[in-house]
């Protein structure tokens, strides 16, 4: 049964990758964006700036969307390595150098869609074979202090002290604009790491960090060429949630969660099958936990669930929901698993994750003829979904 199941995972994740040519693209508009803001014009030509991918496309776990046309998120840092400080600069002034050299970019190009300034990032839209947006954060390195304050968290909790060293060393300060002292200079800003999560993520991916940071190359591309069963087993269930809440998005697990308690779970080595087994276990620890703290492995500090009590946020009930989507998640992928009628697994797999199987593929699954896809609808807890949705 393991290798039927590893195989119809397998013949699913195929369906929900993106193609290489979507890889290829985002690559070429990360070099070309770099190339931009490092010519000799430019406004932080003198800060040594470096920017480099993050999110998914990092990780190598992007999928395809569920609407055709809606467009990829494609997140970048822009970090500024020196002459600029908490002391030289405010978070508003870091985020106006980086803003303003992103419109040129975006006249340069031809862009249409205007620059949107967001929170945390500049945000930039553009078409070419497949529409995309960047989202771009300003960020500064962080300092030394900030950097043993991280060393010596993630080593309590256990993680390699090599590991740990390196990951700290890719510590940013960025901008909020919802941050108290955002137009002010102050040593107090947000802290982020996302080069570090990488790290530990690839690490996780590779089934140890010596081995790995032998030969690491966190920097400039993402990893897409040859993916392991912990990047398919993230990508099938952030498919599968992505269906479920398509129509409330706002209230959707975040791929941080997912993609940390997956990574925590993996044991590199494991088949696609043992893995989604392993990981659907893992998740369903946390729910039966009724933990409301999700470390962030490379910060403990952080909670990547606080948005699930925060009051702004208790009319999405994200906790309810990404409970309730465990559940879904559970006992579709049970039924694609341990399944022994192909007809019913095709079903069960269309269903759960809004596709319709080649005929070609439904052999792979044993049926020799297709049946069409049975549509499900998955009520949501909290408010309804529409006219809400909408305001």
């Known amino acids: 049964m393991t290798a039927d199941a590893d195989q119809r995972l397998l013949a699913l994740w195929q369906e929900v990758d993106l193609p290489e040519r979507a890889y290829e693209l985002a690559l070429r508009r990360y070099e070309d964006l770099g190339e931009w803001l490092a010519r000799p014009q430019s406004r932080l030509v003198a800060y040594d700036t470096h920017v480099f991918v993050q999110g998914s496309f990092a990780f190598g776990t992007p999928i395809r969307p569920v609407i055709e046309g809606e467009e990829f998120d494609l997140d970048f840092s822009c970090k500024l390595r020196s002459r600029i400080s908490q002391q030289t600069h405010t978070q508003s002034q870091l985020k106006k150098l980086v803003g303003d050299e992103l419109a040129d970019y975006r006249t340069a190009r031809g ?26 954060v300003p960020g500064i390195r962080a300092d030394d202090a900030r950097r043993r304050v991280l060393i010596e968290a993630m080593q309590v909790t256990g993680i390699d002290a090599q590991l740990a060293q390196e990951v700290a060393r890719r510590a940013l300060w960025i901008t909020d604009m919802q941050h108290k002292d955002y137009a002010q200079i102050s040593d107090d800003w947000p802290s982020s790491n996302p080069g570090g999560y990488q790290l530990w993520f690839l690490s996780r991916m590779h089934g140890g960090v010596r081995r790995y940071l032998a030969e690491a190359q966190v920097d400039p591309a993402p990893v897409y060429r040859s993916k392991t069963p912990l990047q398919q087993v993230v990508q099938l269930l952030k498919r599968h949630r992505d269906v479920m809440f398509q129509d409330d998005s706002d209230r959707k697990p975040v791929s941080i969660i997912l993609t940390t308690v997956a990574g925590g779970a993996y044991i590199a080595g494991e088949s696609l099958s043992q893995t989604m087994r392993r990981v659907l276990q893992a998740l369903d ?11 962030n492995p490379v910060n403990p500090a952080e909670n990547f669930a606080d948005r699930w009590t925060r009051p702004d946020c208790i009319h ?32 069960s797999s269309e269903d759960a994750l809004k596709l319709t199987l080649s005929e070609a593929v439904r052999r792979r699954f044993g049926v020799i003829a297709g049946a069409p896809a049975i549509v499900r609808s998955v009520q949501l807890q909290g408010e309804p979904t529409r006219p809400w949705a909408d305001q």
């Open 111 to 136: 862009i249409q869609k205007p620059l949107t300034e967001k929170n945390r990032c500049w945000r930039l839209s553009y078409k070419d074979e497949l529409p995309f947006h960047m989202d771009v």
């Open 285 to 295: 620890a946390v729910r039966r936990s009724n933990m409301d703290f999700i470390p």
């Open 316 to 347: 999405l009930q994200l906790k309810t929901n990404f409970h309730r989507w465990i559940g879904e998640a559970m006992r579709d992928f049970g039924k694609i698993l341990d399944g022994t009628d192909p007809r019913q697994v095709v079903e």
